[in-house]
């Protein structure tokens, strides 16, 4: 049973999260800092306030998704690294929708979630159907497709008519279209009492807690639905083990390779709308990526490109990111310190064999 847990994705992934948080404290230790002191600063950073836990889940939602995205292209044979690009359309898209279409909350959050939804499926399937159509690798045309979307962002969020006066950004969507829990109610005379009186959630009513980590959620459960119990989804994986035999056994290959990225596109579509319905409420111009959708690459492979893992793995990166906001301030360390950390994880987690080879090397020392 020791042998099977260790031999595991699950252990893999805990060896690899181990060692890459040693690399990070050596790297700390050579350049004159106290790892065990950063890493304290990370873990109070992270849990000594309900607040700084509410950040950090805040922080994990969009990474969760577009993780989820990478992990299920990943699953059928893809390589989605236009994550980002696609975030951007889902973003863009629903601070377009959340301002210009007013309605009732009841029908404008679906609304808005549903047309993110569509644009990111829609950006997506342009990578997945230049591959089956004209055989064009979907690394090479969702790279591309990234920075047409920066672009195309910063057009249309810079038009007069779009972008709010005095800024760089466009206008705030309506209140209608926000999924911040209870946010009218918590500055009200009636919820500043309740703050005052209940101190745990008045910290956490500090924050912009919203309903995006349950929507996380519930994507990576529909996402292991669909991979698990559904036709479609065995498809898709049957395509990404072996395409020749899934041709051979009659599944149209180029369909599955449209749908596939069109799914993977309208999870990033989600993550894209979530930060901007739960947190920015804008969508600005950028002068360069944000980093979700390339972040959603190392979260897929920590949780071990499952939709249970994403969830998890992105918990875990959420959290070192907004912890490790803290060691610059607290003791003066490089946040940059963090993505080492992240990075080393990823690299240990792509050489599984190394990793069996150090723990076989333990075993014989002990014998």
């Known amino acids: 049973m020791k042998k099977k847990m260790t031999d595991s994705p699950l252990g893999l992934t805990l060896i690899s999260v181990f060692l890459g948080l040693l690399v990070g404290a050596l790297i700390l230790l050579i350049i004159g800092y106290n790892p065990i002191e950063a890493y304290k600063v990370i873990l109070m950073g992270i849990f000594s306030s309900p607040r700084y836990i509410s950040w950090t889940v805040i922080y994990a939602t969009p990474i969760i998704l577009t993780g989820l995205s990478v992990a299920f292209a990943f699953k059928t044979g893809l390589f989605n690294i236009g994550a980002e690009g696609q975030f951007i359309i889902g973003a863009l898209t629903a601070a377009l929708a959340g301002y210009y279409v ?14 993110s939804l569509t644009a990111g499926a829609l950006w997506g399937g342009i990578a997945g159907y230049l591959k089956a159509r004209y055989g064009v690798n979907e690394v090479i045309s969702t790279i591309m497709l990234n920075w047409i979307a920066l672009y195309l962002n910063n057009y249309i ?4 008519k779009i972008k709010r006066p005095g800024s760089e ?13 209870f946010d009218t109610w918590k500055k009200s005379s009636e919820g500043i009492e309740f703050r005052k009186a209940h ?32 036709t479609l989804g065995y498809s898709l994986k049957a395509v990404g083990f072996n395409k020749d035999a899934a041709e051979f056994g009659g599944i149209n290959i180029k369909a599955s390779m449209i749908n596939s990225m069109a799914i993977a596109g309208a999870l990033s579509g989600l993550a894209g709308a979530v930060q901007i319905m739960g947190f920015t409420r804008e969508a600005s111009a950028l002068s360069a990526m944000e980093g979700f959708g390339f972040e959603g690459i190392s979260v897929s492979l920590i949780g071990a490109v499952h939709p249970i893992g994403c969830v998890l793995s992105g918990l875990l990166y959420g959290a070192l990111k907004y912890g490790g906001s803290k060691i610059q301030p607290a003791i003066g360390a490089p946040y940059e310190i963090i993505n080492i950390i992240m990075g080393t994880i990823v690299l240990f987690i792509s050489m599984p064999k190394l990793i069996r080879m150090m723990k076989l090397k333990k075993q014989k020392e002990r014998i």
């Open 169 to 181: 950004a466009t206008n705030k969507i309506l209140d209608s279209a926000k999924i911040i829990f």
């Open 157 to 160: 969020v810079l038009n007069d």
């Open 199 to 230: 101190p745990f959630w008045g910290d956490i009513f500090r924050t912009p807690a919203n309903a995006g980590f349950l929507i996380a959620i519930l994507a990576a459960l529909i996402i292991w639905i669909i991979l698990k119990k559904t």
């Open 102 to 115: 007013p309605m009732p909350a009841l029908l404008h959050i679906p609304f808005v979630l549903l047309c």
